[in-house]
Each structure stands twice: as structure tokens, then as C-alpha cells.
């Protein structure tokens, strides 16, 4: 019955970080291996998906090379920023490779950005258009990068990003080889980031840093924990009907819409429903993306455990 389905929590899963830690390492160890490369690079922004899969490649490739020292697997870090970017974005992602003593550089966009002003110029005026343009300009760096080096390039994109909402660049900083976090939800990334000694950066707010004082929240207007309740709900037989006026989702939603008007004194969404409906118009974009390029994801295993 549509009552008895309304009251049906939706379950959030659980992790245990460890083995998932174990799993995702394991993936990344392979998918190198098979092209017979010499391990990977990575674009760090500072932000918790970079960090997080970082730590975890060079979790990996350490215990890796302990039993293979003849043949060593190693991870290059690779800040790029913009003149759009906060100076934070690159301190803490030279703070992450430090950390983690892998090889890293620093090299600014802008170069590449004032020569598409004169093979792109009608991007350069739009905020929105000239911010996907740095995206593909960093993937193609990164991806020359990774082709000179004989290595793959690490994805960073969350379960929640990339296949709830499709929030990346198409050829931008969705072209990579591999997506060790792709079925982890932010919440989870977060936690791993904690559990790799990352608790610094868990919490950092999202951005994309394409364009000035950006963050993922004040684009989309509601939070990844949102993102996550409704596509749980859409995975555990919820309809987007029900969902939109199911009390866990519209619980989400009042907090996002209060904390959204609270940071930036004005709306953008006003019902749950609204909410939800813009969630699925999204997703439908995810989908027709993931059918362009879907790179291998890492197989990890959730629990799911009524409260």
C-alpha cells in the first residue's frame, strides 16, 4: 500500500572502512597491472574525493611495492590551478602529496585558458562555459601526463557526482581511466578520508573552483546527504512521487532550503518537491553521460541494516 510504503525508512549504508580501504586498493592495483603501466596520476585540488583517492593509491601501491620492490608503482600529484581558484586549493593539495611523499607539481591553467581566447573566444564570456573548458583543459594535462609517464589517471568523482547527478565535465574530469570512488556517496568518502588520517580535509566544503567564490551546494542548492537519501530511495523502490513526500526526504530538503537562504539570503528551491524533481532531472543527465564514457568503477561492499 502507498501509506505503508511512505513510512518506510530508507536504509543509508554502512561501511567498514578497512576492507572497502582493501577493496578499492586492490582495484587500482589491477587496473594498472593490466595495461603493464608504472601507476598513476592525480589532480589535487585539496578537496576530501582527491585527497581520499590519493591516500588510497598510495595506500596501495605501498603495500604493493613492500612485495614487489623490483618493479614499484608510484603516484604523481598534479595541482592545477586557475586564477579562479582559492590559494587554499593549492596549499592543501601540495599539503596532501607532502603528506603522503609522492611526487607533485604545480602548474596554472592560465596559459592554456588565454589561447582559447583565440580558438574558443566564444566561451571565454561565459562563466559557465569557460569553467567546463578549464575542466577539459586540465583533463587533457593530465592526461598527456599520464600517457608520457606510462601511468593511468585516477578519477575522483563520488558515487553521489557522478552517476546520482552527473556533476562533471563531460571530456573534463570525467575522462579518466578509472573510478576508485565511484560507489562511494560523499558521506562515505568522507569517513574514509578520517579513517586515511585525512579528518582535516573530511569535512572541507565542495567546489569545483571553476568559477570564483563557487561552492557545489550554492550551485545545486541542496547538500550530496540530499543527493544520497533520494537516490537510496530510487534504488530501494521508492518512486519520485513517493520520494518527494516521504518525511526523511523532506526533512533533508527544510534543512537545505533553511541553510541555503541562511548563507546566501535569498532561495532557490522552496518545496521538497521541487528538491527531488531537480535531483531526477539531473540524473537522467547522469545516466545519458555514464553511456558516453563509463570508466571502470571499484566493486566495494556496503552494508544495509534497518535502524
Known sequence: MEGESLEKRIILPTMDAE????????????????????????????????TTVAALAKRAFDRYNSA?????????????????????????????????????????????????EYTNPEAINSKYDKGNLMSRIRSNILSTK???????V?????????????????????????SPIGNLPKRLVREMARYLGFSDLADRIPTAG?????TDF????????????????IRQGFSWE?????????EYAKNDMHSYALSYNKSKFTTTEDIVYDIQRRNRIAVKKAEIIHSPVAEIILEYKAA
Open 19 to 50: 576492507r572497502v580501504a582493501d577493496e578499492i586498493g586492490d582495484f587500482i592495483i589491477r587496473e594498472v597491472l593490466s595495461c603493464g603501466y608504472t601507476g598513476g596520476v592525480i589532480g589535487l585540488s585539496g578537496g576530501v574525493d582527491s
Open 154 to 178: 585516477l578519477g575522483t568523482g563520488n558515487k553521489d557526482e557522478d552517476f546520482g547527478i552527473g556533476y562533471y565535465t563531460l571530456f573534463g574530469d570525467g575522462a579518466v581511466h578509472m
Open 218 to 233: 550554492k550551485d545545486l542548492g541542496y547538500s550530496y546527504d540530499t543527493i544520497e537519501l533520494v537516490m537510496e530511495g
Open 68 to 116: 614487489n620492490p623490483e618493479k614499484p608503482l608510484k603516484l604523481v600529484g598534479y595541482m592545477l590551478p586557475s586564477k579562479t581558484n582559492a590559494r587554499a586549493d593549492t596549499t592543501d593539495g601540495k599539503s596532501v602529496a607532502e603528506r603522503l611523499e609522492i611526487k607533485h607539481e604545480v602548474l596554472s591553467i592560465e596559459p592554456w585558458v588565454k589561447a582559447a
Open 210 to 214: 571553476l568559477e570564483a567564490n563557487q
Open 146 to 152: 599520464a600517457a608520457t609517464e606510462k601511468k593511468l
Open 242 to 250: 513517493q520520494l518527494a513526500n516521504h518525511n526523511q526526504v523532506q
